[in-house]
Nanobody, 120 residues
Framework: QVQLVESGGGLVQSGGSLRLSCAAS????????MGWYRQAPGKQRELVAG???????NYADSVKGRFTISRDNAKNTVYLQMNSLKPEDTAVYYC??????????????WGQGTQVTVSS
């Protein structure tokens, strides 16, 4: 079982910055992929940024150049630095981790979510 605890959300003005943190209860050696998702009211949850199992990063087009995902392996923590925030970035942000169990089975874990609100 993997527990994920997010922090760092809040209210910020348009153009401002926030940094989200996600602390995992296990070593990153036990996790195959991690990322940040968000869900705005009335919309589907979408990938914002993530580390793939191969260690590469990927970003949603809407956040490229503004958001940066990083990690501290010693602290088992993933960060999402969000700059130049826009009102459309307002959402609940969720940390996600995957473990590949078999070739056809993946264990998926979610944090409790942290609210990010960007005022115009």
């Amino acid at each position: 079982q993997v527990q994920l605890v997010e922090s760092g959300g809040g209210l910020v003005q348009s153009g401002g910055s926030l940094r989200l943190s996600c602390a995992a209860s296990v070593s990153f050696l036990s996790i195959d992929a991690m990322g940040w998702y968000r869900q705005a009211p009335g919309k589907q949850r979408e990938l914002v940024a993530g580390f793939t199992s191969g260690g590469n990063t990927n970003y949603a087009d809407s956040v490229k150049g503004r958001f940066t995902i990083s990690r501290d392996n010693a602290k088992n923590t993933v960060y999402l630095q969000m700059n130049s925030l826009k009102p459309e970035d307002t959402a609940v942000y969720y940390c996600n981790a995957n473990r590949i169990i078999t070739s056809t089975r993946v264990a998926n874990y979610w944090g409790q979510g942290t609210q990010v609100t960007v005022s115009s």
